[in-house]
T-cell receptor, first 114, second 109 residues
Framework: NAGVTQTPKFRVLKTGQSMTLLCAQDMNHEYMYWYRQDPGMGLRLIHYSVGEGTTAKGEVPDGYNVSRLKKQNFLLGLESAAPSQTSVYFCASSFRGVPYNEQFFGPGTRLTVL | DAKTTQPNSMESNEEEPVHLPCNHS???????IHWYRQLPSQGPEYVIHGLTSNVNNRMASLAIAEDRKSSTLILHRATLRDAAVYYC??????????FGPGTRLSVLP
């Protein structure tokens, strides 16, 4: 099993450009999450999904959109990138109904917005 | 949401035990205590979790105070590979994780 994979690993954007980050998991997990991590800080939840076709806002959703058209994929979109969105983005997934909700994380995407 | 307090950084010598503290004085009765760690340039990974009783697994032990206002993650023999940021997180069932800045553990050879 590949676990959770993220594409791309690195990206540089200019202010105002758009892009989509792809997260894929092969563990048949119902729940998927997008986090961002700024230098020296913990992870902050952007959006999450509790199943195919569902999405919900997390702690810092502004400037991002998400879609979960297939159970195994969770896409994070930036419609008009801003320098404040320079960060490392992590995707995670977990089973539904597990009381302790162990989350499995991808390797991250490092995004720089100039 | 209940908050956690951890030291910013700690050091340990290789092959010695490490005790990583976490204070959570406002914990509710249904909050689970979770520990994750993040190795350099990687995503976080699950370490251990508990509710009331002490817990052991192949990676670590979790000691929970009787009043649940604090807990300690114990690495029995630190290796260089254990150098990471360790996050103590409280989470009630059905709610999302909230990561703080964690404790950066350095392991000295």
């Amino acid at each position: 099993n590949a676990g959770v994979t993220q594409t791309p690993k690195f990206r540089v954007l200019k202010t105002g450009q758009s892009m989509t980050l792809l997260c894929a998991q092969d563990m048949n997990h119902e729940y998927m999450y997008w986090y961002r991590q700024d230098p020296g800080m913990g992870l902050r939840l952007i959006h999450y999904s509790v199943g195919e076709g569902t999405t919900a806002k997390g702690e810092v959703p502004d400037g991002y959109n998400v879609s979960r058209l297939k159970k195994q994929n969770f896409l994070l979109g930036l419609e008009s990138a801003a320098p404040s969105q320079t960060s490392v983005y992590f995707c995670a997934s977990s089973f539904r109904g597990v009381p302790y909700n162990e989350q499995f994380f991808g390797p991250g995407t490092r995004l720089t917005v100039l | 949401d209940a908050k956690t307090t951890q030291p910013n950084s700690m050091e340990s010598n290789e092959e010695e035990p490490v005790h990583l503290p976490c204070n959570h004085s406002t914990i509710s009765g249904t909050d689970y205590i979770h520990w994750y760690r993040q190795l350099p340039s990687q995503g976080p990974e699950y370490v251990i979790h508990g509710l009331t009783s002490n817990v052991n697994n192949r990676m670590a032990s979790l000691a929970i105070a009787e009043d649940r206002k604090s807990s300690t993650l114990i690495l029995h023999r630190a290796t260089l590979r254990d150098a990471a940021v360790y996050y103590c997180i409280l989470r009630d069932h059905g709610k999302n994780f909230v990561f703080g800045p964690g404790t950066r553990l350095s392991v000295l050879p």
